[in-house]
């Protein structure tokens, strides 16, 4: 903490394999392309929460989310909450 400054950190890891599966369709009665979802996507998440002091209303959440394997990319989020 600093200054009174509340700062709670979160993290975690994760893994998935989809070892088979294909999604198919059609429109208008035409076959589309289908998806192969088989693999594996590894994701690492880190987050934190800030509050002025533990007593005030107001929060400020941080979140960031890597994908790495099947599934590539980066996401992440900004919110900032009153609790009344």
Known sequence: MHG????????????????????????????????????????????????PDKNSPWSLDLNVAGFAGKKQGVTGGVSVAFMF
Do not use: N, P
């Not at 400054?5 to 890891?13: A, D, M």
């Open 4 to 51: 009174g400054t509340q700062i709670i950190s979160s993290g975690g890891v994760a893994y998935e394999h989809e070892f088979g599966g294909e999604a198919t369709g059609t429109v208008d009665g035409l076959a589309i392309r289908s998806a192969d979802i088989k693999g594996g996507i590894a994701r690492l998440e880190l987050g934190a929460t800030m509050k």
